[in-house]
């Protein structure tokens, strides 16, 4: 009966934890043989066979029969008279076999066998969940959220395994409570204290190259092709996309009609403004396409210290920087080279460069001034006031006076 109890109850453990038959049924023989080894000195000649499936195991031990007064070793060999109580018609040199019960052993060489069966288990469980998620990094999970706390959020998979999506790998504008289901991508596996422990990210450019995949025939198929990728998180992203098909339009398949295929990724990502472009290996094409909406007039390269001047009409300035400075932030990332944006000026156009104004303005307030795209006065003049408080860190007195030493050039 305490072979049953002891085979159920790690039978039981084995199809919860789904760890594999023959890893089980070698774990078991493993503890098994550790005990003999406690027990009679050596395992060498006992066979231990293990059914898991009817759940029970039989431990048979095999002695040479000798003369009593030849006997030395009981873990290998057997004294002729006992041998003959087993059956009469053995003789000395022959092999017995019989049958050894783990009940004989103790009830304490059973608990520690238990323990050490648990503790083996464990360990292997905790071996099999490191190796299944080190494969799976970068592959989108799908989990539900468990526990909500500060600083992380503890999600379970569909196995029961534990998993953590920490504060700062979530959306901003992320809001999980318990039950809720939640998709993210396995960031890193790390073992620590000899424990899995599994990193998940929302804000990781490849969680949305992900769910392009997902979304996306096309680029499953690998018809179109994802060259980079750049976002701040539950803000804006800009996708490079290309195709080697030309008879497929690699934006227009990501878009869909109305945008019906890229609404999903959108709405995963918390209304995260999401660009695609077409990729092109001409740096200037890709420029001015990375800096859309804004029309640009005409760039000037920098191959050498991998910088583009861009010029663009007043009008388009503020397009082409963008909201907090995200879209030109992000067009820079995506093209590899730093933007600077001027405002193109008409040839009979009468007007100073700020570097000019220089007794008059320190310097500092000057490079804060070309950060917002006016690097002359009438730059800074066809800005409205509330522009300049808005998109420089400046005091509205500083601005009011900037101005008027501005305005007093050309009157």
Known sequence: MENINLIDTFSEFKELKNIDRVTMMSVLEDVFRSVLVRQFGTDENFDVIINIDKGDFEIWRNRVVVEDDEFEDPAT?????????????????????????????????????????????????????????????????????????????????????????????????????????????VYKVELRNNTPLIILSRTSPVFLERLFELEIPEIFDGLITIKKIVRIPGERAKVAVESYDERIDPVGAC?????????????????????????????????????????????????????????????????????????????????GYEIDVYREVAEDDEDVNLEEFADEIESWIIDELKAVG???????????????????????????????ILRSEFE
């Not at 001409?282 to 859309?292: D, M, P, S, T, Y």
């Not at 006031?385 to 601005?399: A, G, M, V």
Request: with cysteine.
């Open 255 to 335: 878009v869909g009609m109305k945008g019906s295929r890229i609404h999903g990724i959108v709405r995963e990502l918390r209304n995260e403004n999401i660009d695609v472009i077409n990729y092109s290996p001409n740096v200037q094409l890709f420029i001015k396409r990375a800096l859309n909406p804004a029309k640009i007039t005409s760039i000037r390269i920098h191959e050498a210290d991998k910088k583009a001047d861009v010029y663009l009409k007043p009008q388009e300035v503020s397009l082409a920087i963008g909201k907090g400075g995200l879209n030109i932030k992000l067009a820079s990332q995506l093209t």
């Open 374 to 404: 006016c690097d002359t006065a009438k730059n800074v003049l066809n800005m409205s006031r509330e522009d300049l408080i808005k998109r420089t860190d400046l005091e509205e007195e500083t601005i009011d006076e900037v101005r008027r």
């Open 77 to 185: 060999q057997i004294r002729l008279t006992d041998a003959k109580k087993i059956d009469s018609d053995y003789e000395v040199g022959e092999d017995v076999t019989d049958e050894v019960k783990l009940i004989d052993f103790g009830r304490r060489a059973i608990l520690n066998l238990r323990q050490n069966l648990a503790s083996k288990i464990l360990e292997l469980e905790k071996d099999n969940i490191y190796s299944k998620y080190k494969g799976k990094i970068g592959d989108i999970i799908t989990g539900e959220v468990y526990q909500v706390w500060k600083k992380e959020i503890l999600v379970l998979d569909d196995e029961g395994n534990e998993l953590l999506l920490p504060k700062s790998e979530q959306i901003p504008s992320d809001y999980f409570r318990k039950g809720d289901s939640l998709r993210a991508i």
